[in-house]
């Protein structure tokens, strides 16, 4: 069993910052890529930032140079600093991660979700 929790998420101003984490837990033997999502009522999960186990990162080109992704591999957690947001960041957003158990089963697993909201 797998499980990964969502923090973080909240009411903030616009021009604000929030600071999402995401801790893996379970029978994992390895962690490859985590990252997150965003995703809004009745729309389709959307890409905001990725980051491999060596520390590669990808962002949406809405929030590059306003979002950073990071990791600790001895805690198992990623991390999403969300800087200068927007109201249009509204969204619940999932953490994902890409991993092997200790079975040597692989597979992609979510989180449930923390909602942000950015008032204007």
């Known amino acids: 069993q797998v499980q990964l929790v969502e923090s973080g998420g909240g009411l903030v101003q616009a021009g604000g910052s929030l600071r999402l984490s995401c801790v893996a837990s379970g029978s994992i033997f390895r962690l490859n890529t985590m990252g997150w999502y965003r995703q809004a009522p009745g729309k389709q999960r959307e890409l905001v930032a990725t980051i491999t186990s060596s520390g590669l990162t990808n962002y949406a080109d809405s929030v590059k140079g306003r979002f950073t992704i990071s990791r600790d591999n001895a805690k198992n957690t990623v991390y999403l600093q969300m800087n200068s947001l927007k109201p249009e960041d509204t969204f619940v957003y999932y953490c994902?991660?890409?991993?092997?158990?200790?079975?040597?089963?692989?597979?992609?697993?979510w989180g449930k979700g923390t909602l942000v909201t950015v008032s204007s």
């Open positions: 994902t991660a890409d991993l092997q158990l200790t079975t040597g089963y692989g597979n992609t697993y």
